[in-house]
């Protein structure tokens, strides 16, 4: 039991740690004139397709879906990963990095409240303590005590909040997912499905321009 709380934690770290260098990856991929959106559409979809390659080759029976589990797929595609990479993305814009980072991980406290209505959990005085620490870690981030700092940033807040959200929707829609499927056959799924959402958004000069610039495409291939 030991062991495996520990190899949770190195995990949690790890990806954490991954997390962080993604600004790197972006400030790189912008260098060869990508905009995010494409950097982000790339990054489901390459993501995607290896997973997809690896799965029909090792577990065809993990990407084997009925037809009632569509819809909530389709849902977590386009709510889950498009919507929160392109609000994320805007927020990141609007913010910076840093500020975008703190409010999206707002998402444990945004599953926390959505939880009641999915799944009829009850809000412990625990986690009503925890989601008013969070709300109130966001609004010193946001510097709500300064009236003309937020109406500078708002839209980047709202853009930083609505990635909590939408991340939060991922993590509800996955756990009722995987039920009935694999987290390796949901993840394939949801990003596939949440690159086809964001694929009409793609100027078509920017997709063309990944796949004939070889360092950004092995830039891309590194960040999927």
């Known amino acids: ?25 972006y400030r790189r991929l912008e260098g060869y004139g990508l905009s995010r959106l494409t950097i982000v559409f790339y990054r489901a ?48 814009a609007l913010v910076g990095m840093g500020m975008a980072a703190v409010l999206m991980y707002t998402a444990p406290a945004w599953v926390t409240l959505l939880s009641i209505f999915f799944f009829q959990e ?12 969070a709300c109130g870690g966001c609004a010193l981030v946001g510097q709500v005590y300064d009236l003309a700092s937020v109406r500078l940033k708002l839209l980047g807040i709202l853009a930083g909040l609505g990635a909590g959200l939408t991340y939060g929707l991922y ?32 100027p078509p000069s920017d997709l063309a321009l990944a796949v004939t610039t070889p360092p950004a495409l092995f830039w891309l291939l590194m960040l999927a």
């Open 45 to 92: 979809a390459l993501t995607a397709l290896i997973l997809f390659l690896l799965l029909g080759w090792r577990r065809r029976d993990w990407l084997r879906l009925e037809r009632r589990d569509w819809l909530l797929f389709a849902a977590l595609g386009l709510l889950g990963v498009a919507a929160f990479f392109v609000v994320y993305i805007h927020a990141i």
């Open 1 to 25: 039991m030991q062991g495996e709380r520990l190899r949770g934690y190195g995990l949690a770290l790890t990806a954490a740690a991954l997390w962080a260098t993604l600004g790197l990856f």
């Open 122 to 133: 009850r809000l412990s005085g625990v986690k009503v303590v925890a989601v008013l620490l």
């Open 171 to 202: 993590t509800l829609f996955s756990k009722i997912a995987q039920r009935r499927h694999t987290s390796w056959g949901t993840l394939a799924y949801a990003l596939g499905l949440g690159a086809l959402f964001m694929l009409p958004l793609q």
